[in-house]
């Protein structure tokens, strides 16, 4: 028995948005909550590590994007049927080690840049009244490709393959349907869009005092896998971008089993 589909494909879209605190928070604080089609303690490894996963139906992800203040050109890409993996977004490039906050610890990263790889194609899916429908298996990874170097000793040197480290706790597999998107968005791991909402919502009221005692501008930290790829951190009244990855499904109304 061979499965035939219709036409199925995933849209993966870059939105580049400013970095206004409030926008973002007042935004998405309503998808922070939300169940996703990944399981919960992999959800938190990701956020843990500067990326948080949200899934929204697809028919509110125009108005998300309306909502949320733009900084530049928004990119897409369509992926049709592809079991190779495809790069959906990379991040700046550096060219000397760069530290990095992971949920496990402190790590350097070499001269290089991270990537986003995705890699989709249509499944049947079982279940529902009329027969099997589509749905789209979605593939993403999270990996460190170095810098392509040149051979030393080759008397006409060419670029050879850069390193890769593929980062393999940040992965996932999961099947879309075509109600729901999935939109990976850079933030700090301790910050809550819903208290942010309701701090701006409450500017108001009184400020209570921390009693903090300590003097001058807090000291650097590492930045995290999302916010390396992605921006998003921020002093609070500077400006500065980052960059929100949707990936839409799009799907024929049902998935046709012929028989060989």
Known sequence: ????????????????VGNRSEAIARALEKYEA???????????????NGFRVLAIPNAEVDALRLALPTAG???QRRLVETTDWAV???GPSWRIPVGAALDTGYMELGPGRLRLLVRSWATPQFGRAGGPHSGQWVDLLVEHA????????????????PERFAFERLSFEIVL?????????????SVSWAERAEAYAGRNAPVVESGSS?????????????ELMLGGRRSEGSGGARRIVVLRPGLGARFRLLTD
Do not use: C, K, N
């Open 1 to 16: 028995m061979s499965a035939v589909s219709g036409v199925g494909h995933l849209d993966i879209q870059i939105w580049t």
């Open 34 to 48: 939300s169940p996703t089609p990944i399981p919960d303690a992999l959800r938190e490894r990701f956020r843990a």
């Open 73 to 75: 050109p928004s990119e």
């Open 88 to 90: 959906a977004v990379e």
């Open 146 to 161: 170095g810098v392509p170097r040149r051979g030393s000793f080759d008397p006409t040197p060419t670029l050879r393959q």
């Open 177 to 189: 349907e075509q109600a729901t998107a999935i939109v990976l968005v850079p933030e700090e791991p």
């Open 214 to 226: 300590e003097v001058g501008p807090p000291a650097p930290q590492a930045l995290t896998l999302g």
